[in-house]
C-alpha cells in the first residue's frame, strides 16, 4: 500500500497561485490512479483532476479547468496540484487519492484558504 502526504497549502489572495504536493511513500504512485479532492465543512469530498495511470491524459472538473493542472513526478514519486487564480470558493481543504483496484489511500489533507 502506499503512504500519501499532502503539504502546500495555505493562505493566499485571491487571484494568487498554490501548488500543491502530495509525495508517496511505500509504493510507486505511477502505479496508481491518483486524483485530487477537496472538501469544505458540512459538505461531501469532491473530485477535481483524475490522473490515470501514465500514458492517459488529465480529467478536470469544469470549476478547475483551465486553472489547475496536474501533474506526476515519477523521480519525487508525486503528484502535484498547480492552482492559478485562485477565488474565495477554491477555499477548502485538499486531499490526494490513489486508487487500485478496489483498494484506495488518502492522504491527511492541506488546507487552502483564499481571502484578502
Known amino acids: 500500500q502506499v503512504l500519501l502526504v499532502e503539504s502546500g497549502g495555505g493562505l493566499v489572495q485571491p487571484g494568487g497561485s498554490l501548488r500543491l504536493s502530495c509525495v508517496g511513500s511505500?509504493?510507486?504512485?505511477?502505479?496508481?490512479?491518483m486524483s485530487w479532492y477537496r472538501q469544505t465543512p458540512g459538505q461531501e469530498r469532491a473530485v477535481l483532476a483524475v490522473?490515470?495511470?501514465?500514458?492517459?491524459?488529465?480529467t478536470y472538473v469544469n470549476s478547475v479547468k483551465g486553472r489547475f493542472t496536474m501533474s506526476r513526478d515519477n523521480v519525487e514519486n508525486a503528484v502535484y496540484l498547480q492552482m492559478n487564480i485562485l477565488k474565495p470558493e477554491d477555499t477548502a481543504a485538499y486531499f490526494c487519492?490513489?486508487?487500485?483496484?478496489?483498494?484506495?489511500?488518502w492522504g491527511q489533507g492541506t488546507q487552502v484558504t483564499v481571502s484578502s
Open positions: 511505500g509504493d510507486t504512485v505511477r502505479n496508481y490512479t
Open positions: 490522473m490515470p495511470r501514465p500514458g492517459t491524459a488529465v
Open positions: 487519492k490513489a486508487t487500485k483496484g478496489n483498494s484506495e489511500y
